[in-house]
Every structure is written in structure tokens, then in C-alpha cells.
């Protein structure tokens, strides 16, 4: 009998069972040691998995996602800072001509990549299952592939006609069985401001749940810098700040509340060196707002009590200056008679 068990506690519990699925007890897997994650891009992106790249029309998504193929097939850097290893990317450019494509290459520096990076153009007779299954066919001739970018996901699976929903749901959770059977990362680009609100929540809906992470992107047209929310099953939920450079490149500031608050404390204590006097919280507010300061009051309130503890700002009674190391006292020095009389006397050896 033990032979037939094979040592397994568990098997002869198991063979009384129906033999419909295959089943664990919860008690075998609780020693299991559960694996690190492997990033592709450290923080963000996964190596294996489908990921969610969403936000508005023309807030530099596109971008985004470029200068992710470029740093993997070069093997340089994401988002200016995060260093990344050198792996194949398929960019499915669906949307943009290769002539626009070509001069955000030139604007970002993009320089040849040896074969590591293919290019799949507009194909309007591949939309929805022949899409996934022409990217499964790719994967099997060329498995080197390791990074895959779809740009967009509207176009790859024709969502905009909301009659085959149903279809779409079942062609991502085709792509995601692909990515975990492959070991890739697909990362798929997805504009959020297309349909009505009702077709909006339901596509977004259908699209969230198969993906392991969710890259959310926000930013108002007039502005360089952009909220990038992070979140997933691998991934710690987090907010950073990234700014849009001369060149359109993205670069990451860091996380949005340290980037804010070391922002908010340069404006505080410029202000204050500029008026050379103590100022009350109410008071810097007021003048940082007639120069523009979209905070609140409490902001700066609460910014400059954190800026005292660090020993940025000193205060006495309800105002702050710039900060004043405190002075150490001198101890008097207690001298004899006699060394009293010689103090001050020069004694010169003949």
C-alpha cells in the first residue's frame, strides 16, 4: 500500500475522490516557498503576464510604451532611471504611421537595435481571434520574443464594435493563458475616453480583470508632469510622478507624495529667503498663491511643521524663518592667581 502511495499523506485521500479535476489539499502547499517576482521593468512591469497601459487620447501613452520597447531590445534604461536587461520586443504599432513612428524613434534617440526589436503595422484583415492567433504563431516560430506591445488594444481586437464583447473578453483571457504559457510580458495600450460611459465601464471592466497589472495614466493636456498609478497582483500599489521632457521622453521623478512634498518645501523656502522675514504658514500660502500656488493652506501648514522637524525651518511662536543651527554656550574657564598674572606675557628662548 505504501508503495502504491508513493510516500503521499495525502493520495489515499485523494483517490476517494472524484476524478473529475485534479486536487491539493491546502495543507501540502502551506510549506511551499513562494517564488520572487521577476521583473521586466523593476517595480512596474512583470516578465511574465498581461499588463494594462490606460489613460485619456493624447497624454503620451504611445510614448509610454515606445520608450519601453526601446529600453529592453537595447538593453538600456526605462523612464530615464530604471536600468533593464536586454530582451526581444514585438511592437504591434496598430494605430500610428511608420513615418510618425520613425520621428518619435529620432526624437527619442532610438538607435538600431541588432534584430531585437519587430515591427507589426496596421493589418485591418487581422482584428480579434486571427489577431491572438497570428501573436501565438509568432511566439512559437520565434520564442527569443520576450516583451510584446499592442498599441492598441481597441484596434488588435476590434472593440469598437460592442457587439462582439462577449468575443473580446474571451480573446484576453486567450492573451493572458499565452503569457503565462509563453513567459512573456504583453503589455497592452488602452484608451479610456472612447463609447459612452456605460460601454466604457463595461469594456474596462472586461479588460482589468484579465490583467495582472494596471499602468493607469493621468494628466492634463497643459502640463509636463503626469500621475502614473500602479497596481496589480505582483505589483505594490503605488503613484509616482513622471515628467515629459523637450524630446517627449518620460522620465520618472519619483513617488508623487515625495515629489510634491520636496516641491512644496523649495517653494517655502524660497519665499522666505526672498522676504527675508519670520512669516506665519497663512502668510506663505497667501504669497505663494499670488504667484501661482495651486495647494491648499493646510499643505503648507502641515509641509512646514515636517520641514521644522527636519531641522529645514526654525520657528518662534507661530512663525518660521529659514532654519538657524542653535548656538553652543561657552563654558567660562576658571584660572589660577598665577597663571592670571602670565596670561598675555611672551616668553622668549635665548
Same mark, same amino acid.
Given at each position: 500500500?505504501?508503495?502504491l502511495?508513493?510516500g503521499d ?10 476524478? %473529475? %479535476? ?14 520572487p ?6 517595480g %512596474?512591469?512583470p516578465?511574465t503576464?498581461?499588463h494594462?497601459l490606460m489613460?485619456d ?18 538593453g538600456?534604461?526605462v523612464?530615464g532611471k530604471?536600468p ?8 504591434n ?5 511608420w513615418?510618425?513612428?520613425?520621428k518619435?524613434a ?9 534584430n ?6 496596421n ?10 492567433d497570428t501573436l ?10 520576450r516583451f510584446?506591445?499592442?498599441?492598441t488594444?481597441q ?14 473578453s474571451s480573446?484576453?483571457?486567450?492573451l ?18 472612447t ?16 490583467c495582472d497589472t494596471?499602468?493607469h ?16 497582483r505582483?505589483?505594490?500599489d503605488?503613484?509616482y510622478?513622471?515628467?515629459?521632457d523637450e524630446?517627449c521622453r518620460?522620465?520618472?521623478e519619483?513617488?508623487?507624495g515625495?515629489?510634491?512634498?520636496g516641491?512644496?518645501q523649495i517653494?517655502?523656502f524660497?519665499?522666505l ?11 506663505i %500660502? ?7 500656488y ?11 511643521h515636517?520641514m521644522?522637524n ?23 574657564v576658571t ?6 598674572e ?9
Amino acid at each position: 500500500m505504501d508503495d502504491l502511495l508513493n510516500g503521499d499523506p495525502y493520495a489515499y485521500e485523494k483517490c476517494r475522490l472524484p476524478k %473529475f %479535476f485534479d486536487v491539493t489539499f491546502f495543507d501540502e502547499i502551506l510549506d511551499r516557498e513562494i517564488p520572487p517576482v521577476k521583473w521586466l521593468v523593476d517595480g %512596474f512591469i512583470p516578465e511574465t503576464g498581461l499588463h494594462l497601459l490606460m489613460g485619456d487620447k493624447k497624454i503620451g501613452k504611445s510614448w509610454f510604451a515606445f520608450q519601453c520597447a526601446q529600453g529592453i531590445a537595447l538593453g538600456e534604461f526605462v523612464l530615464g532611471k530604471i536600468p533593464v536587461s536586454k530582451n526581444k520586443v514585438l511592437y504591434n504599432n496598430l494605430e500610428e504611421s511608420w513615418q510618425l513612428l520613425l520621428k518619435r524613434a529620432r526624437n527619442l534617440g532610438f538607435s538600431k537595435t541588432g534584430n531585437n526589436m519587430i515591427l507589426v503595422e496596421n493589418n485591418d484583415q487581422l482584428k480579434g481571434i486571427r489577431a491572438v492567433d497570428t501573436l501565438e504563431r509568432m511566439l512559437q516560430v520565434d520564442p527569443s520574443i520576450r516583451f510584446i506591445i499592442i498599441d492598441t488594444i481597441q484596434s488588435f481586437l476590434n472593440l469598437a464594435d460592442k457587439n462582439e464583447y462577449a468575443e473580446s473578453s474571451s480573446n484576453l483571457q486567450i492573451l493572458s493563458h499565452i503569457a503565462h504559457e509563453k513567459q512573456v510580458s504583453i503589455l497592452l495600450v488602452y484608451h479610456t475616453n472612447t463609447g459612452t460611459h456605460t460601454e466604457r465601464s463595461l469594456e474596462r471592466i472586461g479588460i482589468t480583470a484579465a490583467c495582472d497589472t494596471i499602468i493607469h495614466l493621468t494628466r492634463l493636456r497643459s502640463e509636463r508632469r503626469a500621475d502614473m498609478c500602479v497596481t496589480g497582483r505582483e505589483v505594490e500599489d503605488r503613484t509616482y510622478t513622471i515628467k515629459m521632457d523637450e524630446n517627449c521622453r518620460w522620465v520618472l521623478e519619483g513617488e508623487k507624495g515625495e515629489v510634491l512634498e520636496g516641491a512644496t518645501q523649495i517653494l517655502i523656502f524660497d519665499w522666505l529667503k526672498n522676504h527675508g522675514m519670520p512669516a506665519k504658514p497663512i502668510d506663505i %500660502f497667501r504669497g505663494l498663491k499670488a504667484e501661482g500656488y495651486k495647494g491648499t493652506s493646510d499643505t503648507i501648514r502641515q509641509t512646514c511643521h515636517r520641514m521644522k522637524n527636519a531641522e529645514k525651518l526654525s520657528s518662534s511662536q507661530g512663525t518660521y524663518f529659514r532654519y538657524l543651527p542653535p548656538t553652543t554656550p561657552v563654558t567660562p574657564v576658571t584660572m589660577s592667581q598665577s597663571e592670571s598674572e602670565n596670561e598675555g606675557r611672551v616668553t622668549l628662548s635665548v
